[in-house]
T-cell receptor, first 110, second 115 residues
Framework: EDQVTQSPEALRLQEGESSSLNCSYT??????LFWYRQDPGKGPEFLFT???AGEEKEKERLKATLTKKESFLHITAPKPEDSATYLC???????????FGAGTQVVVTP | DAGVIQSPRHEVTEMGQEVTLRCKPI?????LFWYRQTMMRGLELLIY????????DSGMPEDRFSAKMPNASFSTLKIQPSEPRDSAVYFC?????????????FGEGSRLTVL
């Protein structure tokens, strides 16, 4: 059975304090690994897709990396507006359905 | 682009009542997904469509749940009769062709409370 596990469950950071979120996966065939951001009361908002081990993508203070077993979302010098729940998801079929992890809730304080 | 549009945003109903949630996908997207989010179980896939045809409904929890997509711009998720354990946020998402990968675009969700 495919599994997606995110850690930690929650992370509290001071503004400017860099950190990393982990997404480990056990799947039968990875077609893509996705990172989303979700703000309270909103739907998930797409951040990145990674397709193969060694791939990296960046957007502002966020950088996502992928290995054969896990993905990391690095937050560099975070700001309070980076506070959100970060979700990772895997796609293993050709239809595009995503299986999500439980998420990491990030709080950045000034 | 208006994005994925869901209605109602909030619904409070009593146990046993019928609930209908609505979704308008992004124009040109031919994949549509219904997810449910709870604190205990996170985001769960309920059902998805391609070109208005249901592909996989194995995530639908019970026969009380049904979903339709009568045309490319409209889908409904119906719960009849509703139960308190159905309380959750229900999300609709759509994806653009072509290819077999690509991000899902989510709506703002419909928060359902069954008393």
């Amino acid at each position: 059975e495919d599994q997606v596990t995110q850690s930690p469950e929650a992370l509290r950071l001071q503004e400017g304090e860099s950190s990393s979120l982990n997404c480990s996966y056990t799947v039968s065939g990875l077609r893509g690994l996705f990172w989303y951001r979700q703000d309270p009361g909103k739907g998930p908002e797409f951040l990145f897709t990674l397709y193969s081990a060694g791939e990296e993508k960046e957007k502002e203070r966020l950088k996502a990396t992928l290995t054969k077993k896990e993905s990391f979302l690095h937050i560099t010098a975070p700001k309070p507006e980076d506070s959100a729940t970060y979700l990772c998801a895997v796609q293993t079929d050709s239809w595009g359905k995503l299986q999500f992890g439980a998420g990491t809730q990030v709080v950045v304080t000034p | 682009d208006a994005g994925v549009i869901q209605s109602p945003r909030h619904e409070v109903t009593e146990m046993g009542q019928e609930v209908t949630l609505r979704c308008k996908p992004i124009s040109g997207h031919d994949y549509l997904f219904w997810y449910r989010q709870t604190m205990m179980r996170g985001l769960e896939l309920l059902i998805y469509f391609n070109n208005n045809v249901p592909i996989d409904d194995s995530g639908m929890p019970e026969d009380r749940f049904s979903a339709k997509m009568p045309n490319a711009s409209f889908s409904t998720l119906k719960i009849q009769p509703s139960e308190p354990r159905d309380s959750a946020v229900y999300f609709c998402a759509s994806r653009a062709p072509p290819g077999d990968t690509g991000e899902l675009f989510f709506g703002e969700g419909s928060r359902l409370t069954v008393l």
